[in-house]
């Protein structure tokens, strides 16, 4: 069974940083790609950023892009998402999912995704 399990949400003011980690069971990251989105209430969930496990190639939605890095750890079945520069308009519950390569197509389409985690919150104050 695919498990995603996010940590590392928490409260920051604007400027600031965090750093998410999407811990991956029930499959190995080779040939995989993890991503990010982030959902307000009552609002679209939105696609933040990805990552093919298989050579490394990033994509980034274009208003995290300069201020977010994505990052895999195979070694540990992990995805981290590095956050800088937070602003409130990023605050939102932040979900990792996971799907095969052949996602990153579309890999900014949320129902292209079958495997999700929980979500962790991110609020940033100005």
């Known amino acids: 069974e695919v498990q995603l399990e996010e940590s590392g949400g928490g409260s920051v003011h604007a400027g600031g940083s965090l750093r998410l980690s999407c811990t991956v069971s029930g499959l190995t990251l080779d040939n995989w790609a993890i991503g990010w989105f982030r959902q307000v209430p009552g609002m679209e969930r939105e696609a933040v950023s990805c990552?093919?496990?298989?050579?490394?190639?990033?994509y980034y939605s274009d208003s995290v892009k300069g201020r977010f890095t994505i990052s895999a750890a195979t070694d540990t079945n992990a995805v981290e998402l590095q956050m800088n520069d937070l602003q409130p308009g990023d605050t939102a519950v932040y979900f990792c999912?996971?799907?095969?390569?052949?996602?990153?197509?579309?890999?900014?389409?949320?129902?292209?995704?079958?495997?999700w985690g929980q979500g962790t919150q991110v609020t940033v104050s100005s």
């Open positions: 990552i093919s496990t298989s050579g490394g190639k990033t």
């Open positions: 999912a996971a799907a095969q390569r052949s996602v990153l197509y579309i890999w900014n389409v949320p129902g292209a995704w079958p495997y």
